[in-house]
């Protein structure tokens, strides 16, 4: 006797959760102390290259402005079990975040010791959260592939009863 119940694996992703999870508090922190970092090199120290003095504003807002949505997609898109979010979520740990940490890691001018170790323990996350996510979207995909053909195959058997009844 069957009750009509259908149970369906789950593809959610426990480690990229955990791990957006981290850098989303991480990156709380890293945000507030780097803006002040910023602020002091800006107002007390010389840059040698007007390019470096130039850049590390707009890297650190363009950071900053695609960290939230960044994260939205990433908790959606897991959590719900959506490719398109997903998909988005390892576009935008690829570009624009890999690249700003990487400036504000190692290119820019003026290093603070924690602007050195923050941000190799961000670029260490977001490498994290970028193998995860690669497989757990691989999954996912895997998933809603199998759903479509069972779907499809369904809808053929109901049309072949549907025509030979």
Known sequence: RTTGVMFEDIVTSVT???AIYFNTMFSLLYFVVTLGQILQKLINLEFVSSLNRAMIVPVFVFWSGAELPRFYFGYVG???ERVPQMSAFLLTTLFPQLPSI????VV???KFPFDQIAGYMMLALLVLELVVGYNALRALIRRKTAQFY???QDEEETRGLINSG
């Not at 990487?102 to 890691?105: D, H, R």
């Open 108 to 110: 820019q001018e003026h």
């Open 150 to 152: 069972r779907l499809c």
């Open 102 to 105: 990487l400036y504000l890691t």
């Open 16 to 18: 990229l959760q955990m």
């Open 78 to 80: 897991n959590l719900n």
